[in-house]
């Protein structure tokens, strides 16, 4: 009989070797989700007729505060949300459109507060203001901790106190969840902001 065990015991164990479950070599790690370039368009102009936006005034620091409710909206999936943030983009047609009465001109810091529910970590936007100058920057999102991310996206300088077009457009957008802009600033730079210019009474006195 012990000479029967030993090859038994070999069958027996081959068997139970041969039943287990071969371990799967390890996934490959994903790259990080970033953006999708969009063709570039000639001009930002519209591409279907809108209305055209309110004009924004300045606070009384100078800031220019542009919210989505005073955006008129260019393309066939952007909207103002039920949370009232700017979602639907999806090609360079998309844009949103302000208005601004600049009272004085100076150089000015452009801010964009703007959120992605998803593992996307960045997005690409342009800003037009006027006819000729525009700031680029890659939007962060929502690798931080705080829902709604400011992202500074450069400095422009207004020579003169007029009349701007703003138009925002990506030219990089997240391939995953939703992204919105819920607001965006032109703040002044400089240290000690000159006020805005005084109303002037009938007989041409400043008003207070």
């Known amino acids: 009989m012990s000479a029967l065990k030993f090859p ?37 102009e519209p591409t279907a007729k809108i209305d055209p936006p309110a004009t924004v005034q300045q606070d009384s620091d100078r800031t220019v505060r542009l919210s989505p409710l005073m955006a008129a909206l260019a ?26 009465h600049l009272a004085v001109p100076g150089t000015y810091r452009v801010e964009v507060d703007a959120v992605c529910l998803s593992p996307t970590q960045e997005a690409q936007m342009r800003i037009h203001i006027g006819e000729r100058r525009f700031v680029e920057e890659k939007i962060t999102l929502s690798k931080n901790d705080q829902p709604v991310i400011t992202t500074q996206m450069g400095e422009i300088t207004l020579d003169a106190p007029a009349d701007y077009r703003v138009v925002v457009e990506m030219t ?22 000159l006020p805005l210019p005084k109303f002037e009474a009938g007989d041409g006195s400043p008003q207070k």
């Open 75 to 100: 393309g066939k999936q952007l909207e103002v949300d039920d949370r009232d943030r700017i979602s639907g983009f999806g090609t360079r047609a998309d844009q949103a459109i302000w208005q601004v």
């Open 172 to 193: 990089g957008i997240p391939l995953v969840g939703e992204f919105a802009m819920t607001e965006m600033r032109l703040v002044p730079l400089e240290d000690e902001p």
């Open 8 to 44: 038994l015991t070999c069958l027996v164990a081959c068997l139970v070797v041969g039943c287990q479950k071969p371990e799967e070599p390890p996934k490959p790690t994903p790259p990080p989700i970033r953006t999708e370039s969009i063709a570039p368009a000639q001009t930002p």
